[in-house]
């Protein structure tokens, strides 16, 4: 008799040829590689450092792409946009100590959005590694512990013959929901040393699937069929997992509402008569929110920014899914369903049956009064021009083109008022809500999906912490438009402090002359206003390779309304 857990890989009769006689000149490096190469990586991110030399001497002779970026943590940015864009595992090779510690609130974005980065990551030789203090550079006492709190797993390797291990399950973790960013740690020894092992040929990773349990999806049904005021809430776990359109045929056959999150953005279309789209920080949505009798959240936690800044108070039946086990019933009680966002909805679709009757103009009419609403209350604070300006990015970006979005007051309104067109086509910082994201974060997407424009937004001061990367954007005609809102200030922080203090302290910046700059990079540049905007930010986002568009403005935030709970 035959059993599942009998059946093994057999070698192709290539792979065999190529185990038995290996090339000449492979080292440990050649292993992390072919293992890559394996697993289906075709492009590495990386900034060169002593302790991983030996990986950039494999990839130089591999046909994987290698882009180098100025600085590591820009280089974790590209990673994880690229992981999000196209679905894959990115690898991102960070050399020892400083160079990996530099990575670290790049991969705190990553594990927050859910984007899988395989961080491999150099070590100093084994004989220093366990606590021993031999000086060599870069040492660190315990590297991986930097790593364990923000990373989704750890991984490492010891011998050259755990390097495809290693690499693999490292792999198979990062794909697995919910995605997430996971580290691997190589000593350079182990990189330096000749392989004494066969060439790596194939790698099998196939990530984990996390279905609903079936008495739960029943009960998660029932209620659903049975409410009078159901509103669904759908976050990034939607996005990550590609159920838009499965969320899109729950929506219209209940005849639900969708309010998506920040996070969300995309996951529901924006112009649907059922989309409340993603007004969060205003008391009219966070009120039909607690009126709802039964509240579906999908691939949310209902934290901080989706809940109105915890002034939420659900009065109904809430009934929550996650991949994320940690964010099931963190913020309210719940029916918790642990589960793929798209297997979960397939299986309510499924147990649906028959429908139950709603009606579909009422819902339709509920959204059009909340947005109503809405809508009266941000027209009587007197942002036009705020409303003019993301009027004129919507307008110049193609709809198919992703946008990259900075810690910024734009990128604020934009969480709430901007139209992505299309799912996966707008990220931000509002992850973890670091600065320098964007424009990294945009030359990544324009390594995944050359040729179509991309378009990165930040303020004057989050743009210094990215503008050495004009040079890769130049390097590797990189077809992103950069805007630089430059308002001489770190200007939402300006903003807050002056609403609680009365007047700002340490948030003014005496900037450069981001026109300047940027030619001096070569990379073209245009000081814009207003009124020129829409026509300037298309014509560069038209013409290929990088570009930087500036816009002189100091823009306003509308009031919030979680401070009147």
């Known amino acids: 008799m035959t059993h599942d857990h009998d059946l093994v890989l057999r070698p192709t009769a290539a792979q065999t040829e190529a185990a038995l006689n290996p090339p000449p000149g492979r080292h440990g490096g050649d292993m992390v590689v072919e293992t890559l190469a394996g697993l289906g990586a075709t492009t590495v991110f990386t900034l060169p450092g002593q302790h991983v030399l030996p990986v950039l ?27 999000r864009i196209t679905g894959e595992a990115a690898p991102l090779l960070l050399s020892t100590g400083p160079g990996a510690l ?31 203090r031999r000086g060599h550079l870069h040492e660190l006492e315990d590297q991986a512990a930097a790593f364990r709190g923000i990373v989704k797993s750890v991984h490492s390797a010891r011998t050259q013959s755990q390097i495809p291990t290693a690499i693999a399950e490292a792999w198979r973790s990062a794909l697995t929901v919910p995605f997430g960013p996971v580290y691997v740690e190589i000593p350079y020894d182990v990189l ?56 899109r045929q729950l929506a219209e056959k209940l005849a639900v509402p969708v309010v998506t999150t920040f996070g969300g953005k995309g996951a529901f279309p924006w112009t649907h008569p059922l989309s409340l789209r993603s007004w969060m920080e205003d008391r009219h949505t966070t009120d039909l929110l607690e009126d709802a009798d039964v509240l579906l959240v999908v691939g949310s936690g209902l934290g901080e920014l989706s809940s109105n800044y915890h002034t939420f108070a659900p009065r109904g039946t ?54 109503d609403r809405v809508g009266a209350r941000i027209a009587a604070q007197g942002l036009d021009l705020e409303q003019e300006v993301l009027a004129s990015v919507r307008a110049a970006l193609p709809a198919g083109s992703p946008s990259f979005w900075d810690m910024t007051i734009l990128s604020y309104w934009a969480w709430s008022a901007f139209d992505p067109r299309r799912p996966n086509t707008m990220h931000s910082a ?128 509308f009031a919030p309304t979680h401070l009147e709970s």
């Not at 930010?537 to 930087?548: D, F, K, R, Y």
Request: glycine share 10%; net charge negative; proline share 7%.
């Open 192 to 247: 330096r040393e000749p392989a004494r092992v066969p060439v790596v040929t194939a790698a099998d990773a196939t990530p984990e699937e996390l279905p609903p349990r079936p008495e739960l999806t029943a009960v998660a049904a029932d209620l659903l069929a049975r409410a009078e005021r159901p509103v669904i809430v759908a976050g990034g776990g939607v996005v990550r997992s590609d159920a838009s359109g499965k969320l």
């Open 318 to 371: 809430i009934v929550q899914i996650d991949a994320d086990a940690g964010k099931l019933e963190a913020n309210h009680p719940a029916l918790g369903i642990h589960a793929d966002a798209r297997l979960a909805l397939q299986a309510l679709l499924e147990t649906l049956e028959p429908v139950p009757a709603r009606d579909d103009d009422e819902a339709a009419r509920r959204v059009r009064e909340l947005l």
């Open 430 to 557: 509002q992850g973890a809500g670091g600065l320098g994201y964007a424009f990294p974060s945009a030359l990544g997407a324009a390594v995944a999906e050359p040729g179509l424009p991309v378009l990165a937004v930040s303020g004057d001061g989050g743009a210094l912490y990215s503008v050495a990367e004009l040079a890769t954007a130049r390097r590797h005609q990189l077809d992103v438009t950069w805007l630089i809102v430059d308002d001489g200030g770190y200007g939402i922080l300006r903003e807050y402090m002056t609403d609680a203090y009365g007047e700002p302290h340490g948030t003014e910046l005496a900037g450069p002359d981001f026109v300047a700059l940027a030619e001096s990079f070569g990379v073209p540049a245009v000081r814009t206003g207003p009124e020129q905007l829409r026509a300037d930010l298309s014509e560069a986002l038209a013409t290929p390779g990088p570009s930087v568009v500036v816009l002189p403005a100091t823009l306003r935030m």
């Open 57 to 83: 001497d494999a990839l130089r002779r591999s046909d994987l792409r290698t882009v180098g970026l100025r600085v590591e943590n820009n280089a974790a940015f590209a990673a994880d946009a690229y992981g």
């Open 102 to 132: 530099t990575a670290l609130a790049a991969l705190q974005e990553a594990a927050a959005a859910s984007s899988p980065v395989l961080a491999i990551c150099g070590q100093v030789p084994a004989d220093g590694l366990g606590g021993r």
